[in-house]
């Protein structure tokens, strides 16, 4: 049977706040399992005010400024409680939060990680944009091999009792003027693109993210 999941879409939402939606379904469910119940599990996208957050294995020392400067061009910092480095999120962006029972869906976090970067990659591929996963490294590159290796999507996921949070980061028409300021995912020597920058134009964000939907919805057979 299909895993069945709500989507719900925050629209733009503060950094902390999402992370405060994520954490109660993530309790609710766990909660629930514990009970012997089933509840739905939850696809959430959004996008954000400009934010830098540092995962816990993290470096600060990878965000190159300093908290005046951070004033200056309007972004906060969150140290994060998900896996990963330090990332950017900010307007332009899909930001996807799926809160998923794993044992549901009878994967282990590998597979799971995997599965999101397939879908991410099915959906470049119908703008026509070939991307590929990076040994050693989540997330989606371009020209992966090459000296233009190049990050398109951020992933970093936190999971408690086989229920995930967090999750990924797809630049659409995102400002990549903000990425300058950090050392992205803690990687000095590998790029960040977006769909608008690889094709030239920017692109119907509503269109992007139905696209994106049906294609987690498809990968990870959820009824959605």
Same mark, same amino acid.
């Not at 830098?52 to 190159?64: A, E, H, V």
């Given at each position: /049977?299909?895993?069945?999941?709500s =989507?719900?879409?925050? !629209?733009?939402?503060?950094?902390?706040e999402?992370?405060?939606i994520?954490?109660?379904? %993530?309790?609710?469910?766990?909660?629930?399992?514990?009970?012997?119940?089933?509840?739905?599990?939850?696809?959430?996208f959004?996008? *954000? =005010?400009?934010? =830098?957050?540092?995962g816990?294995? !993290? %470096?600060?020392?990878?965000?190159? #400024?300093?908290?005046?400067?951070?004033?200056?061009?309007?972004?906060?910092?969150? %140290?994060?409680?998900?896996?990963?480095?330090?990332?950017? *999120?900010?307007?332009?962006?899909i930001? !996807?939060?799926? #809160?998923?029972?794993?044992?549901?869906?009878?994967?282990?976090?590998?597979e =799971?990680?995997?599965?999101?970067?397939?879908?991410i990659?099915?959906?470049?591929?119908?703008?026509?944009?070939?991307?590929?996963?990076?040994? $050693?490294?989540? $997330?989606?590159?371009?020209d +992966?091999?090459?000296?233009? @290796?190049?990050?398109?999507?951020?992933?970093g +996921?936190? +999971?408690?009792k086989? +229920?995930? /949070? *967090? $999750?990924?980061?797809?630049?659409?028409?995102?400002?990549? $003027?903000?990425?300058?300021?950090?050392?992205?995912?803690?990687?000095?020597?590998k !790029?960040?693109?977006?769909?608008e920058?690889? &094709?030239?134009?920017?692109?119907?964000?509503?269109? @992007?993210? *139905?696209?994106?939907?049906?294609?987690?919805?498809k990968i990870?057979?959820?009824? &959605?």
């Amino acid at each position: /049977m299909d895993y069945r999941v709500s =989507y719900i879409d925050l !629209g733009i939402k503060e950094y902390k706040e999402a992370w405060d939606i994520q954490e109660n379904y %993530q309790s609710d469910i766990i909660s629930a399992k514990a009970n012997k119940k089933v509840v739905d599990g939850r696809l959430i996208f959004c996008e *954000h =005010y400009h934010v =830098y957050t540092l995962g816990k294995s !993290g %470096q600060q020392n990878n965000l190159l #400024i300093n908290d005046d400067f951070l004033k200056k061009i309007k972004a906060t910092y969150y %140290q994060s409680n998900r896996g990963g480095d330090i990332t950017y *999120h900010g307007p332009g962006q899909i930001v !996807g939060y799926p #809160i998923f029972d794993l044992e549901a869906l009878h994967m282990g976090v590998k597979e =799971y990680i995997f599965k999101i970067e397939q879908a991410i990659i099915t959906t470049l591929r119908e703008y026509s944009i070939e991307s590929t996963i990076l040994e $050693g490294a989540t $997330g989606v590159w371009l020209d +992966v091999g090459t000296n233009k @290796v190049r990050k398109i999507c951020a992933i970093g +996921v936190r +999971v408690s009792k086989s +229920v995930t /949070m *967090h $999750g990924f980061a797809l630049n659409v028409n995102t400002d990549l $003027g903000y990425f300058n300021y950090i050392n992205p995912c803690g990687f000095v020597d590998k !790029g960040v693109t977006s769909m608008e920058k690889e &094709l030239g134009y920017k692109l119907n964000f509503e269109e @992007v993210k *139905h696209k994106l939907k049906f294609n987690i919805a498809k990968i990870f057979n959820l009824d &959605l």
